[in-house]
């Protein structure tokens, strides 16, 4: 006799009914992974949408903007004016005038700190040093600057603040480093004719695949004398260079030391014996350098103008592989886009983004890390000003007494590596970030120095009684 067949089961069906509603609900998933995948490979392969095209003559930014709105957008806000503890810059009233158009100006770094005129006595520094604006302001405030006003600064001193790339090509007919030459021949008026904006993206982005490059021929060929010391020969920073190792280059084509090499005001990155501060001390006196005599002195003096690389690449994040990009212009999310930041800025200001994707600290932490780090420097450095005031008052007092060139050549000598070395690191503008136990040992070597000295003077000036009274130290603006 058959066996009856059992009784549908109506908890079995409705199972059969979700696994199958799980089956379509992962494929779909798996589908949709498939498409954004597909998607994201072909944003890579395309990045952005080509409304105008670009070449290497177009220094307007707002024109690669149409292509690249996030990025510029980004750096339109290199406009504010933002502070920080010990630096970043504040807008102050200027009421313009035909010389000077402007009707917000930075902070005079002079009133903040009168030694500072004390150290370049004679030299245009002495009458306009101010606290740094924004990417955005660096050609005005160099067209405006009463420099201009008390020196004749030739046209190299347009590398680190004008769109240069199209005009080397220029006046080089295709080829840079000519037309790198001929701007360093122009007076500075003639030179400014030349060029239209600031810094923009074509001085680091070739316009055809949008990868970095070096536009400077003056780091060109620094970086080439620089790892020719190492025992690299014949390097070519954008043939030989890393991808990580460029988002630091092309920050260091501006943010370095330099002088004015000769008749052609050749701009020179004094680098052949190394970064360090006594290498480069070194390498400027070998070559001979003076960029202005002392008023007050009479010595031999050498210029150091805001060495950022040279002092970062003595610190732990230049030793761990961290470039200028990562803190300064770190990557961001726009809706589901990421970008690196083009709102070039303090990192302080900028905690989350710049800061803690490799520090698991609070930003209350991370700050009151480096104000302490600042905080020390910041107290070094006007031991080290005192220290060269000192010696500066003391050589004004043997000159003034008659002391002869040969009795005070010592002491020059130590007012010419002392004050470039304390100059380097107050010109630096990490406030010792950078590389903070580099900075601190140097400003104690340069206090040393100067007080060697003023022992030398004791030593040396055996002709006449000199009254060495103490000079009176200002009270600088320490924290704001």
């Given at each position: 006799?058959a ?8 908890g079995?069906?409705?199972?059969l009914?979700v ?46 903007g ?11 806000m ?33 009133e ?16 306009d040093?101010r ?12 067209v ?19 769109s ?14 000519k037309?790198f ?10 030179a ?14 070739d316009?055809k695949?949008?990868n ?6 003056a ?15 014949d ?21 370095v030391t ?45 210029k ?32 589901a ?7 070039v800025r ?11 994707g ?8 991370m700050k ?8 020390r420097?910041?107290?070094t ?14 050589l ?6 008659g ?9 020059r000598?130590l007012?010419r ?7 380097f690191l ?11 136990q580099?900075?601190?040992k ?9 007080r060697?000295?003023?022992l ?12 060495y009274?103490p000079?009176?130290?200002a ?6």
């Amino acid at each position: 006799m058959a066996t009856p067949n059992a009784p549908h089961s109506p908890g079995k069906g409705r199972l059969l009914v979700v696994i199958a509603a799980i089956a379509i609900a992962a494929g779909a998933g798996i589908a949709a992974l498939l498409v954004n995948i597909f998607e994201h490979k072909q944003e890579a392969k395309t990045p952005f949408f080509q409304v105008t095209a670009l070449n290497d003559t177009i220094d307007d930014p707002a024109v690669w903007g149409q292509n690249f709105p996030l990025q510029y957008d980004r750096y339109k806000m290199t406009t504010d004016m933002e502070r920080t503890r010990f630096g970043g810059s504040e807008g102050v009233p200027h009421s313009p005038t035909e010389a000077d158009p402007r009707t917000v100006v930075a902070r005079s770094k002079l009133e903040l700190d009168p030694r500072l005129k004390t150290m370049w006595a004679g030299y245009s520094f002495a009458a306009d040093y101010r606290e740094k604006r924004g990417h955005a302001y660096m050609l005005e405030d160099q067209v405006f600057t009463e420099r201009q006003r008390v020196a004749k600064q030739p046209g190299t001193c347009l590398n680190c603040h004008a769109s240069l790339y199209p005009t080397y090509m220029k006046l080089g007919n295709g080829d840079i480093t000519k037309g790198f030459e001929a701007i360093n021949h122009m007076p500075y008026a003639d030179a400014r004719k030349q060029v239209t904006h600031p810094i923009s993206c074509v001085d680091c982005h070739d316009a055809k695949t949008m990868n970095l490059r070096i536009s400077r021929p003056a780091f060109i060929e620094g970086i080439r004398a620089l790892k020719a010391s190492q025992g690299v020969k014949d390097y070519d920073v954008n043939r030989d260079a890393s991808r990580q190792e460029m988002r630091t280059y092309v920050c260091a084509q501006c943010h370095v030391t330099y002088y004015f090499r000769g008749a052609d005001k050749r701009l020179t990155f004094p680098w052949p014996k190394g970064l360090k501060l006594d290498q480069i001390v070194a390498s400027e006196n070998e070559d001979n350098v003076v960029e202005w005599t002392h008023k007050e002195t009479g010595a031999p003096m050498m210029k150091a103008r805001h060495p950022e690389f040279e002092t970062w690449s003595q610190g732990i994040h230049a030793r761990s592989g961290v470039a200028c990009a990562d803190c300064h212009m770190p990557y961001v999310r726009e809706g589901a886009m990421k970008i690196s930041d083009h709102n070039v800025r303090s990192p302080l200001l900028n905690v989350n983004a710049s800061c803690q994707g490799c520090h698991r600290w609070s930003e209350t932490e991370m700050k009151s890390r480096v104000e302490e780090i600042q905080t020390r420097f910041v107290e070094t450095r006007n031991v080290a000003m005192n220290a060269l005031v000192d010696l500066i008052g003391d050589l004004k007092a043997a000159k003034d007494a008659g002391a002869t060139d040969e009795e005070l050549a010592a002491a020059r000598k130590l007012q010419r590596d002392a004050g470039f070395m304390i100059d380097f690191l107050v010109s630096e503008n990490s406030m010792g970030f950078h590389a903070d136990q580099y900075s601190v040992k140097s400003f104690a070597e340069a206090i040393n120095m100067c007080r060697e000295g003023q022992l030398a003077l004791r030593r040396d000036v055996k002709t006449r009684a000199v009254n060495y009274a103490p000079q009176p130290s200002a009270t600088p603006v320490t924290s704001h």
